[in-house]
T-cell receptor, first 116, second 114 residues
Framework: DAKTTQPPSMDCAEGRAANLPCNHS???????VYWYRQIHSQGPQYIIH???NNETNEMASLIITEDRKSSTLILPHATLRDTAVYYC?????????????????FGTGTRLTIIP | DAGVIQSPRHEVTEMGQEVTLRCKPI?????LFWYRQTMMRGLELLIY????????DSGMPEDRFSAKMPNASFSTLKIQPSEPRDSAVYFC????????????FGSGTRLTVV
C-alpha cells in the first residue's frame, strides 16, 4: 500500500534546478517525509528528510506544503551525476514512534534523467 | 568510516544450494535492515533488527529465508534451498537512533540462482 505518489520519470537540463514532486495526502501527524536516491547499480542514498518545515542541506532542499499533503525535492544545480531514481517515502523515525514502526517502505520512485 | 560492508558482491549458485549473504553495519548503528530488489517488485524490506534483536520479519518470503544478527557488527541472510526466483540484489542498511537518521545502504549482493 503505497503512501506516496511520484511521477515515473522526469528530465532536467544540466545546470538547471530539478524539482521532483511527491504527493502524500494520507500522511499522519508524526510521519516524516524522506527522500532517497539510487544511482544505477548502487545502494540507495539518503538525501534529506523533514516534518513540516522546509529543510536544506548540502545535497538538496525539501519544500513541504503547509497541509503536508505534498512536497518537492529541489536539486538546485543538477549535474549528470544526479541521474538516478528518486524515492519519496513517509515514515515515523524511531525516536518518536512506537517500537516497531521504524521501517521505511520504498515505492517505485521517479527516474530523473539529467540532459547535457 | 568504511560504511556498510556486504559480501560477496556477486554470487552465482545452483538451484537447491545454500546461500549466505553477509553484512557489517556501521559501528554504533542500532538498526540493521535487509532489503531485496528486483525489477518486478522493486525494493522490498525483508527483515530488520534493533540492537541485534529481530523486530519485524513479515517481509521474509518463506521459511527458506532466515536472518541472524549474532552481534552488533555482523548479520547474515541465508537462503536454503535457493531457487531461481530468489535471484535479486540484496541490500543491507543500517541506521542509528539519533541524528542523522537516514539509512546507510551497502553496495548490495547480486545473487543469481541458476
Amino acid at each position: 500500500d503505497a503512501k506516496t505518489t511520484q511521477p515515473p520519470s522526469m528530465d532536467c537540463a544540466e545546470g538547471r534546478a530539478a524539482n521532483l514532486p511527491c504527493n502524500h495526502s494520507t500522511i499522519s501527524g508524526n510521519e516524516y517525509v524522506y527522500w532517497y536516491r539510487q544511482i544505477h547499480s548502487q545502494g540507495p542514498q539518503y538525501i534529506i528528510h523533514g516534518l513540516k518545515n522546509n529543510e536544506t542541506n548540502e545535497m538538496a532542499s525539501l519544500i513541504i506544503t503547509e497541509d503536508r499533503k505534498s512536497s518537492t525535492l529541489i536539486l538546485p544545480h543538477a549535474t549528470l551525476r544526479d541521474t538516478a531514481v528518486y524515492y519519496c517515502i513517509v515514515g515515523t523515525p524511531s525516536f518518536i514512534s512506537n517500537f516497531g514502526n521504524e521501517k521505511l517502505t520504498f515505492g517505485t520512485g521517479t527516474r530523473l534523467t539529467i540532459i547535457p | 568510516d568504511a560504511g556498510v560492508i556486504q559480501s560477496p558482491r556477486h554470487e552465482v549458485t545452483e538451484m537447491g544450494q545454500e546461500v549466505t549473504l553477509r553484512c557489517k553495519p556501521i559501528s554504533g548503528h542500532d538498526y540493521l535492515f535487509w532489503y531485496r530488489q528486483t525489477m518486478m517488485r522493486g525494493l522490498e524490506l525483508l527483515i530488520y533488527f534493533n540492537n541485534n534483536v529481530p523486530i519485524d520479519d513479515s517481509g521474509m518470503p518463506e521459511d527458506r529465508f532466515s536472518a541472524k544478527m549474532p552481534n552488533a557488527s555482523f548479520s547474515t541472510l541465508k537462503i536454503q534451498p535457493s531457487e531461481p526466483r530468489d535471484s535479486a540484489v540484496y541490500f543491507c542498511a543500517s541506521s542509528q537512533d539519533k541524528p542523522p537518521y537516514g539509512y546507510t545502504f551497502g553496495s548490495g549482493t547480486r545473487l543469481t540462482v541458476v
